[in-house]
């Protein structure tokens, strides 16, 4: 049974990848702002929702291994595998607000995140500083946007769907992946149990591989119907709400203890992070093409290795 609900989970996940990229493009026409915005907000918003309620459900039931975990490992595999896979699919582009602003937002919150957790807990106020600067993200790139396209004079495409059923359809995709993701998780969890995992090498390598396949799905599909800014702009907004949004809202529900062991795990996270900028400069120029989408791969499969052989 677990392997039926396995492969059911994937279904689910493209099914509801490909709608929530079409209802948010279409309501970026609406709200006249960029796909790169909605790909920052929305759309990172709605794919990182599995990440937010497993971690939630792991903090109340006693298991903070699972909860902080499940969002190193997913930051890890949005930049190596998630974001590797879709440029081995398609040569994504770099605009100058991804590297100025997306990514060093990014950055900051994963060193951040680094330095609250050195003494082994992370704090109510750290938690509560968490959710103001998520706030101040999504604020902030929703103003930019609005400033850029009225100074570029932006001619912006017919919405594909109204105003209501456009958001009507992404609350309908974003359960769509939450299920999925749920019964993915759950089922992967049960088979990696039975082998004697540790709970911290269940949260980093298949809880956050099953709940980034949201971020998989919606990337590769944005990737093949070419709204490129959808992509990365999910990847890196899905890191930063990882982040801020889940260990931030996680915190304020429920006191959170850092494994020592973890501090390796965030180490690769802030890594991948450094690489991930490295591939984006020159930016203007520069994009992540090919051979780069393989060495991330290539990068995320020798993670795996490296935490399941310890």
Known sequence: MDYFYLILGFAVLLVSGNLLVKSAVSLSSHFRISTLVIGATVVSLGTSAPELVVSIGAALKNHPDIAIGNV????????????????????????????????????????????????????????????ILLLVFIFRSIRQSRMEMSRLEHVFEKARYSFTLSVILIVLSSAGLFIGASWLVGSAESVALRFGVSERVISVTIIAFGTSLPEL????????????????GNIIGSNIFNILGILGVTRMIKSLEVNIEMKFDVVWMLALSILLLLFMLPYGKASINRWKGVALFVTYIFYIFIVFRT
């Open 217 to 232: 799905a919606t990337s590769v599909i944005a990737a093949v119907k070419k709204q490129l800014d959808v992509s990365i």
């Open 72 to 131: 190193i490992g997913s930051n890890i595999s949005n930049i190596a595998l998630v974001l590797g896979l879709t440029a081995i699919i398609i040569k994504i582009p770099v605009s100058k607000t991804t590297v100025r602003f997306d990514w060093l937002y990014m950055m900051f919150a994963s060193i951040l995140f680094f330095l609250f957790v050195l003494n082994g807990r992370l704090s109510f106020p750290e938690g509560l500083i968490f959710i």
